[in-house]
Nanobody, 128 residues
Framework: QLQLVESGGGLVQPGGSLRLACAAS????????IGWFRQVPGEDREGVSC????????YYSDSVKGRFSIAKDIAKNTVYLQMNSLKAEDTALYYC?????????????????????WGRGTQVTVSS
């Protein structure tokens, strides 16, 4: 089972950027598809971006496409979410999550919020 710890959240002005990190332990991220999700109080958790274990396939929700980018550093066993051109509506608690590779497509992982394990989340607040 992969243990995940998110970091990098904070307060940023509209139009600004943040990079979130998801540090994994307990196993290597090469064996898992990894995704980023977010949740606003009172709303369902939504998939933001998911990446296949080999990095060959990525998925982005329509709301972040062209602004966010997912990437991984195998040597650091870490997955990143680069968030640019941030908007107030991006304010949320951001989680990373994993699922063993080959379980489902990354599109389904994100769109159906189907994961094996969650991190605890990092808060992103976009406000002037």
């Amino acid at each position: 089972q992969l243990q995940l710890v998110e970091s990098g959240g904070g307060l940023v002005q509209p139009g600004g950027s943040l990079r979130l990190a998801c540090a994994a332990s307990g196993s290597t991220i090469d064996y898992y598809d990894i995704g980023w999700f977010r949740q606003v109080p009172g709303e369902d958790r939504e998939g933001v971006s998911c990446m296949k274990y080999d990095g060959g396939t990525t998925y982005y929700s329509d709301s972040v496409k062209g602004r966010f980018s997912i990437a991984k550093d195998i040597a650091k066993n870490t997955v990143y979410l680069q968030m640019n051109s941030l908007k107030a509506e991006d304010t949320a608690l951001y989680y990373c999550a994993s699922i063993p590779r080959g379980t489902i497509s990354v599109q389904d992982m994100c769109s159906k919020v189907t994961v094996g394990s969650w991190g605890r989340g990092t808060q992103v607040t976009v406000s002037s």
